[in-house]
């Protein structure tokens, strides 16, 4: 009777053995990562940064890709995650988030757009391995964890609504009133480059203050600085420039990475609610602040100039004015509405 009983005893603990071990190997089952494969790619070099190919990243990996040869902009499609480059600017659009990143991440290399092994290896993070000396290899998935992507916010399309978005913002002039005059005002037409006017115009004939390089130009609210151009390159001659405006006069809109150079030495400021604001044409910029740093309504983010005018490369003093884009969710926030609708809002808001 007593050698049944330790018979039993050994055969349950057996199974209570079994069963932990399953338990253990479904539970590593579980939080084992699927390891991708690693493929291999030709790595371009250029002014001291190496590029991948986006045909041959698109041909191996899973990736999509659009670029739009004539804007030069580049649209990753990796998982749920939409990546927007455009040529020349450090800031790329992560779905609706502004991320402040190098300027040199896409290259365009005979005519075929190329992509930084440093944007892959950081901003995406994929895991990048070195190879020889002209490969790499590449795991795609790598290093994150999938985020799932919401539902997309959408931008107010009513007067009052764009208004109570924008409510958090101040006048970026002390003092200084909103003109009225066509010209200044966004979606006013831009002729000579084929263009539209995207933002609201602070010159001194239309706002009632004095502008010139020592007005101060103010944070509006609480933000955070996503850009500012402390190695701000401007045109360096009126040819160079004209060559610019002769491009965009060719084609249906201003090339947005041509525009980005035209608006000269800026600072971006994301806020609350969706609000991105660009600050163009500064003189300067202020030099204690950094991409990171946090603004208010009160912190001096820059001074009013001529930046990426003819005005800057003819070496004169005409064209000193303020140029404000306002975007909520990565759209302008006049799109769609008339001309005095848009002065009703921006006079709410800032007077």
Not at 104 to 128: G, M, T
Not at 243 to 259: G, M, Q, R, Y
Not at 260 to 280: C, E, H, M, S, T
Not at 307 to 320: D, F, I, M, P
Request: with cysteine; proline share 5%.
């Amino acid at each position: 009777m007593i050698l049944l009983i330790v018979l039993l005893i050994v055969v349950a603990g057996c199974a209570k053995e079994d069963e932990a071990k399953k338990q253990e190997s479904k539970f590593h089952q579980v939080k084992t990562p699927k390891l991708e494969p690693f493929y291999s790619f030709n790595v371009t070099k250029l002014n001291n940064q190496s590029y991948i190919s986006l045909e041959e990243l698109s041909e191996k990996g899973n990736i999509k890709y659009q670029f739009d040869e004539i804007n030069r902009v580049l649209t990753l499609i990796e998982s749920q995650m939409h990546y927007r480059l455009v040529y020349g600017v450090p800031v790329y659009e992560k779905n609706l988030e502004y991320v402040p990143t190098q300027r040199n991440h896409l290259s365009i290399i005979e005519n075929k757009p190329y992509i930084s092994i440093a944007f892959l290896d950081k901003e995406i993070e994929w895991v990048v391995k070195p190879e020889g000396k002209s490969t790499v290899k590449i795991s795609m998935g790598g290093k994150k964890d999938e985020i799932p992507v919401s539902a997309s916010p959408t931008r107010p399309t009513s007067v009052e609504e764009i208004i109570s978005q924008l409510s958090v913002l101040e006048n970026p002039i002390s003092g200084a009133k909103v003109s009225t005059i066509r010209s200044h005002l966004p979606g006013a037409p831009r002729n000579y480059r084929n263009g539209t006017h995207e933002g609201l115009d602070f010159y001194q004939y239309g706002t009632n203050v004095a502008i010139n390089p020592n007005t101060p130009v103010y944070g509006m609210g609480e933000g955070k600085i996503i850009r500012i151009d402390h190695d701000y390159r401007g045109y360096s001659s009126i040819e160079e420039r004209n060559k610019d405006l002769s491009i965009a006069s060719n084609t249906e809109v201003t090339p947005e990475f041509i525009l980005d150079k035209l608006r000269g030495k800026q600072v971006w400021v994301y806020y609350p609610n969706g609000i991105l604001a660009r600050f163009a044409h500064l003189d300067r910029v202020a030099e204690d602040l950094s991409v990171g740093d946090n603004v208010t309504n009160e912190t001096v983010i820059g001074y009013v100039g001529n930046s990426g005018t003819s005005g800057e490369v003819l070496k004169n003093s005409t064209e000193y004015h303020l140029h404000l884009d306002l975007l909520i969710y990565n759209e302008l926030f006049w799109e769609g509405l008339g001309n005095e609708e848009v002065i009703t809002i921006l006079t709410t808001v800032f007077e």
